[in-house]
């Protein structure tokens, strides 16, 4: 029996709203499976931690990437304020009178001022979100070698342990990661501002007509990137017990990359946060998995390159094929 065209709908929207996790789900699984062939201590409890701690940060990141994704914005400057932060925690940890406490408050809060910074230019100055957040990039970064010219700076031993350590059969990274989802982002998209959020990337001039606040949504999205970006950042610091001035680079594309892996659509609307997490561990244990197999430094790069290039590809083709591409070229 056919379908009505509503339930069709319904039924193709819910399986692209899914498979992407879907899709990333298995592939984790194919790739820990290759992986085990070769390295079989990594089933080990201490090889899982380490995976697990390979792949947080770019999970955090691609979250807060995935924020901003839903209103069909973009985040070029996610990188540089992961660096940003944790040369700020690796110069004020230990050398200063702060405690670890509110180094870790000052590091969030100048999380979401990136993010409010990043957000005013878009949101409020009509910029697009490719140029704003690729110069915000550069200022974020100038300020990074401002605050630390070179690697350095101490992390205390208890920070590094409580973060990357484990509890019990589980690694405190997953409960890190759990932890900022839980608390952040299932309340806010749970709530009136997850669902704006949705709304106005999915039609920003519906919404603007609805009544809704849409500046002030894209802000707040902006706000949320900068605010795991701050996670990031703090875990990578606790992993490396210290400071890089260069650390967050690989950040930027790679959480792009596991977003649209994930399923996040580059137009704006559609995603799911598991998505973006499954991604980022595909992609990082990949990456990850090439230094076990003894592949070239040459190679490992060639490789990244093109699972970026054919990602984002991807993720580009799901945008021309939802809607008009004249229309498209032209915005």
């Not at 100038?142 to 342990?161: E, N, Q």
């Not at 990456?287 to 790069?301: I, K, R």
Request: aromatic fraction near 8%.
């Amino acid at each position: 029996m056919k379908l009505p065209e509503p339930a069709r709908h319904s039924r193709r929207f819910a399986f692209e709203k899914h498979a992407g996790p879907i899709s990333c789900a298995i592939g984790l699984i194919v790739i820990i499976g290759l992986y085990a062939v070769r390295q079989p201590m990594i089933l080990s409890p201490f090889g899982l931690a380490s995976l697990a701690n390979a792949s947080v940060a770019l999970a955090l990141a691609a979250v807060g990437q995935t924020a901003v994704l839903l209103t069909a914005g973009l985040d070029l400057s996610i990188g540089a304020e992961i660096t940003l932060i944790n040369c700020f925690a690796a110069t004020t940890m230990s050398a200063s009178g702060l405690g670890i406490a509110w180094v870790v408050a000052a590091s969030l809060l100048l999380g979401l001022a990136m993010g409010f910074l990043n957000g005013v230019v878009v949101a409020y100055g009509r910029v697009e979100p490719l140029i704003a957040t690729f110069c915000t990039a550069f200022i974020f970064s100038g300020a990074a070698l401002i605050v630390l010219p070179r690697p350095g700076g101490s992390i205390p031993d208890g920070f590094a342990t409580a973060l990357t350590g484990s509890w019990g059969p589980l690694p405190c990274s997953i409960l890190l990661l759990a932890g900022a989802v839980i608390l952040v982002w299932v309340p806010v998209f749970n709530s009136r501002l997850g669902r704006y959020i949705v709304a106005v990337g999915d039609d920003a001039a519906s919404a603007r007509l609805s009544g809704l606040p849409v500046r002030r949504i894209e802000l707040a999205s902006y706000m949320l990137a900068g605010l795991f970006a701050a996670v990031a950042a703090l875990f990578l610091a606790a992993e490396t017990t210290s400071g890089d001035p260069g650390i967050g680079n690989i950040y930027t594309l790679n959480s792009l990359a596991a977003a649209v892996l994930g399923g996040v659509a580059l137009s704006g609307g559609r995603g799911t946060v598991i998505g973006p997490i499954l991604g980022s561990f595909v992609l990082a244990i990949i990456l990850n998995a090439l230094g076990v197999f003894n592949v070239s430094a040459f190679w490992q790069d060639f490789i990244e390159g093109l699972i970026l290039m054919v990602v984002l590809g991807i993720g580009g083709l799901r945008v021309l094929r939802a809607g008009n591409w004249l229309a498209l070229l032209r915005s």
